[in-house]
């Protein structure tokens, strides 16, 4: 579906040009990533600066272009286990130092400087956790900063004085926006930086480009954008660095239906990311308003589970027969499947959902039960995930 927007249309072609189709995984670690940058450094215009290493040891990089006066900062995956946007952010390195980009002017690098940490967290990313091989929570290492990987972030933030940072996260895939049955492929947040959310210059212009990024991204995902909750979080990044003066914009990556890579997100956000840049010469998102941020729906936790069976009957033979939904949950990399809940669950949506209205189970279940084989007697009516 060709976005109406002509140059928009032609940006969504140049990143399928460019993506690199060894990051289409489901996890993504330094090893992964380690030769993208080897050879995204192969171009004289990008400079490559270890700026560190992480709890064990593994270097971070940043990725810079241009020599102007405008700063730009994002980084990913200060949580292991959140990906998509370290596929994103390389794509979009690769876009810029490989296509003519008619949204930005051709001096651009004279006038803008470009750093990327792709993959804050490489230990965590090894192990699969959020957390780094301390245990820590970087995001909320903001204010202690015992984590290496936490200072490192600090100290570019207190070097570069970023004008507007990139917060890149991925969020759990039960998000919704709203009420809706959509998924959240996509939520964003300006984030306040005083418990009493005060809306300063620069966070006036996090929401403008927040609601100019959704604009752009909505042909897409007509209803699959959210905007994340906004209460202020002392320990976290987001939060310092708002409180910085940097124009600061959290972007949470989602899960979209039959896309379990998140292949969805990962394009979102370098087109999301390329909108914003483009902005900052343009100022196209000064025709935003705060309406148009508060707009967005909520991103809604728990809105979705991961199978739903609707209306099942349950009858043990001795006591009054009732009705019933029951939510599962994949485990052990969707091997099984668990009773995660049992009850009236509307309001919340399956990835793949059964009409059990006529099924008969003969005895109770309980929670933590595996499921595999109730399930493979019933038929989805919508297959999802
Ligand atoms: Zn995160």
Not at 150 to 178: I, K
Not at 204 to 229: E, F, N, V
Not at 234 to 261: M, V, Y
Not at 328 to 348: C, P
């Amino acid at each position: 579906m060709t976005h109406p927007n002509v140059a928009i249309a032609e940006l969504e072609q140049q990143i399928s040009a460019v993506q690199w189709p060894q990051l289409d995984r489901k996890h993504l670690t330094y090893a992964d990533i380690a030769p993208v940058m080897d050879e995204l450094a192969g171009h004289a215009a990008l400079r490559v600066t270890h700026i560190g290493a992480s709890y064990l040891g593994t270097p971070i990089r940043r990725l810079t272009l241009g020599n102007g006066p405008l700063v730009v900062l994002a980084w990913t995956q200060m949580h292991g286990d959140e990906p998509t946007a370290t596929a994103a952010v390389l794509d979009w390195l690769q876009l810029l130092l490989t296509q003519q980009l008619s949204g930005l002017p051709n001096d651009w690098q004279q006038l803008l400087t470009l750093h990327v940490v792709p993959m804050l967290n490489p230990d965590g990313a090894a192990q699969r956790t959020r957390q780094n091989a301390q245990g820590i929570d970087i995001n909320r290492d903001a204010l202690a900063r015992q984590s290496p990987e936490g200072r490192l972030l600090w100290q570019q933030v207190q070097s570069l004085q970023p004008t507007l940072a990139f917060n890149l996260h991925d969020q759990n895939p039960y998000y919704a926006v709203g009420n809706s049955a959509e998924p959240a492929t996509v939520a964003f947040l300006a984030p306040a930086y005083h418990p009493d959310k005060h809306v300063d210059s620069a966070r006036l212009q996090a929401k403008q480009m927040i609601a100019h990024m959704r604009q752009m991204l909505s042909h897409w995902l007509p209803g699959g954008i959210a905007r994340y909750d906004d209460s202020y979080s002392e320990r976290s990044f987001g939060d310092n660095i708002a409180g910085t003066g940097a124009s600061t914009i959290l972007i949470e990556s989602g899960a979209h239906r039959q896309d379990p890579h998140r292949q969805v997100a990962r394009r979102m956000n370098v087109i999301a990311l390329q909108v914003a840049l483009e902005a900052l010469f343009t100022d196209a998102h000064r025709n935003y308003t705060l309406a148009d941020y508060y707009a967005i729906p909520a991103n809604t936790a728990d809105g979705f589970c991961d199978i739903k069976i609707c209306q099942v009957t349950i009858d043990d033979g001795t006591h009054a027969p009732f009705q019933t939904d029951i939510c599962l949950s994949r485990e052990k990399g969707d091997e099984l499947l668990r009773v995660e809940f049992i009850g009236d669950v509307r309001g919340i949506h399956g990835f793949t959902e059964y009409d059990a209205r006529q099924q008969q189970l003969p005895e109770l279940i309980n929670i933590g039960d595996d499921a595999t084989e109730l399930v493979a007697s019933l038929k989805p009516v919508q297959a999802g995930l």
